[in-house]
């Protein structure tokens, strides 16, 4: 039986690039299981996408190395690839949701041994219109804070500069109007945040309980924030959010769906996975069911 080839796509430029100087610590790890492994380093946004989308056929399994970010391109080029190869993921950018989400330790060479000492697990993805994502779709407060801050930033303070950054930017957050059709209900409000996501972690600032999230269920999970009317209703958001007591407040809307359906402003923009998204008046969001195979233990 001959080895087995594992394409390690990593972007250099990651969280505080701590990954680069375990390099040699990692293909040592993969070639000791069995691999032979090319690495190739991502140099601009889209490369990841590429090269997972035009190299996957000739590998027996892929492994991302970045944030989250970086394994939003890997797997957007895998699915696209229409290759079933299994991946793996070493976090390590600055914040991380999606390994946190999956309980991937936040060690480097411990979660290179988890890749290759684990079995292939499917799990749902998302596809927002054409354009796909791991685990959150995002608008309003917040959002804009996971794309915008600087890496500098974010490597120096993690997930407190989302935070910090959010707080500064609070006077100048607007309500956006919103049409939303799930599980045939109609949802129409001004929001001031939503989240359709696959994890119980966003950003660092909004986590949902293990017990609310299955990433392989085929079903997302939808949290809408109503534009507050007065500061006893900001502080009851506040509070039921970090409480996670999604159902007692008639501020928040809280539910499963595989499906999306939602009408809105052309300049309001999302996020996706961290990422920039520009704002479309229609869009489609379905959940893309046991898309891609992780490598977990």
């Not at 939003?72 to 080029?77: D, K």
């Not at 991937?104 to 499917?122: C, F, S, T």
């Not at 796909?132 to 917040?142: C, E, H, Q």
């Not at 996020?271 to 969001?285: A, F, K, T």
Request: charged fraction near 20%.
């Amino acid at each position: 039986m001959g080895l087995k080839k594992v394409l390690i796509i990593i972007n250099p430029c990651s969280g505080t690039k701590r990954a680069n100087k375990y390099l040699t610590d990692i293909v040592d790890i993969f070639t000791t299981a069995g691999f032979v492994a090319t690495v190739i380093t991502t140099t601009k946004r889209g490369d990841g996408i590429e090269y997972a989308k035009t190299m996957a056929k000739d590998f027996d399994l892929i492994t991302a190395i970045g944030g989250d970010g970086t394994f939003n391109e890997v797997v957007a080029g895998l699915v696209a690839s229409g290759v079933k190869v299994p991946l793996g993921y070493i976090p390590a950018g600055s914040t991380n949701d999606f390994a946190q989400s999956l309980h991937i330790p936040k060690n480097i060479l411990d979660a290179a041994r988890n890749i290759v000492n684990g079995e292939p697990v499917a799990i749902d993805i998302g596809k927002f219109n054409d354009r796909y994502f791991s685990y959150v779709a995002s608008f309003g407060a917040f959002t804009k804070a996971s794309y915008a801050t600087s890496q500098n930033v974010k490597n120096a303070l993690g997930h407190l500069a989302y935070i910090l950054e959010g707080i500064s930017s609070i006077t100048s957050i607007k309500a956006e109007p919103m049409k939303i059709t799930a599980n045939g209900q109609t949802y129409e409000e001004d929001f001031i945040f939503g989240a359709i996501s696959n994890s119980t972690s966003m950003g660092g600032i909004l986590k949902l309980s293990p017990d609310l999230v299955d990433m392989s269920d085929g079903f997302f999970e939808m949290l809408l924030v109503k534009a507050p009317k007065d500061l006893i209703d900001l502080t009851e958001i506040i509070t039921m959010l970090t409480m996670q007591d999604f159902e007692r407040s008639d501020k928040l809307i809280f539910l499963n769906s595989n499906k999306f359906e939602i009408e809105a402003n052309k300049e309001t923009s999302w996020s996706l996975d961290g990422e920039y998204q520009e704002g479309r008046e229609n869009i489609v969001i379905t959940n893309e069911h046991l898309a891609i195979e992780l490598m977990m233990r």
